[in-house]
């Protein structure tokens, strides 16, 4: 009878950012197992002291702040303008992107009080820019903010509480270049982050109705156009795409890695590395 690893075992290896092959490892008895659970320890200690020790004497920034910093150089190069917006939204924003208490979404999101949560996406922030700047700036808007939001998620392999998403937008371009412009903007990001080999694949939001989602192994990001039924809430008229991607996912994508948690904002990891080692 083949024997897989203990849940403690296996819970130890992935804080470890063990390889899918290592955590698939199978054994003979419990003796070849407990001695391999100590090789694959050792040696994924050592490769963590390895990255930690580059990480103060070379990287010296997480991964996380490179990419940011790489997408927004590759985006304003392309004409798209950089906004920062409150990380604290109000219940009434929530409401006009359909998100009211029977919503699905709405029991995921970080209450304040009453009236007021910590963002869980960025577009209501962003719907609201674009309904000043459709008064003062020429069309086509090009925007995106990249900035961290909060869901009560499932903690996951896939999955944070606090996560930092872009959303790259485009108000004012014609209805039958849509398409293109999100397969574009998937172009742009994912060679930025240096990923390859991934998918664009037709789905469906809760929110923004049918999508076009990036995929590999997984959702990297999600497109979406409009005219769409929430856009009269905003007063906004004209034609529209936007392209929204988890940073720490595409960091899981890029590096292989089967642990979220090690990428995102921690006091557990450092770059990745786990810190009990």
């Given amino acids: ?41 050792r040696l994924l200690v050592n490769q963590a002291k390895k990255k930690l020790s580059e990480f103060r004497e070379v990287q010296r920034r997480p991964s996380l702040c490179e990419l940011e910093s790489k997408l927004v150089e590759a985006l304003t190069e392309k004409g798209f303008v950089q906004v920062i ?9 929530l409401a006009k992107m359909s998100i009211t208490d029977d919503h ?21 922030n962003l719907y609201t820019l674009w309904k000043d700047l459709v008064r003062l700036w020429s069309k086509p808007i090009r925007i995106f903010e990249i900035g961290t939001c909060y869901r009560k998620e499932s903690q996951g392999a896939y999955h ?26 998937a172009s742009l990001v994912m060679d930025t982050a240096g990923i390859t080999d991934y998918r664009l694949v037709t789905k469906s939001s809760n929110v923004y109705g049918d999508t ?30 936007g392209f929204g991607f988890g940073l720490e996912r595409l960091l899981m994508a890029r ?23």
């Fill in 1 to 41: 009878m083949a024997l897989e690893w203990t849940q403690v075992q296996k819970q130890r290896l992935k804080e470890l950012n063990a390889s899918k092959e290592q955590l698939n490892l199978v054994f003979e008895s419990h003796a070849d197992r407990d001695r391999a659970f100590q090789q694959q320890e």
């Fill in 85 to 93: 917006t409150p990380t604290i939204i109000s219940k009434a924003s």
């Fill in 104 to 124: 699905p979404l709405f029991s995921q999101v970080f209450w304040l009080d009453k009236k007021r949560c910590l963002r869980p996406m960025l577009a209501p």
């Fill in 160 to 185: 944070l509480n606090e996560f930092t998403m872009l959303n790259v937008t485009e108000l004012g371009l014609p209805e039958n270049k849509r398409h293109q412009w999100l397969e574009d903007i």
């Fill in 212 to 241: 076009l989602d990036v995929i590999k192994g997984f959702e990297l990001g999600s497109g979406a156009m409009g005219p769409h039924v929430l856009d009269e809430n905003w007063g906004i008229i004209d034609p529209w795409a």
């Fill in 255 to 277: 590096e292989g890695t089967q642990n979220v948690q090690s990428i995102g904002r921690s006091l557990s990891y450092l770059n990745g590395v786990r810190l009990n080692i």
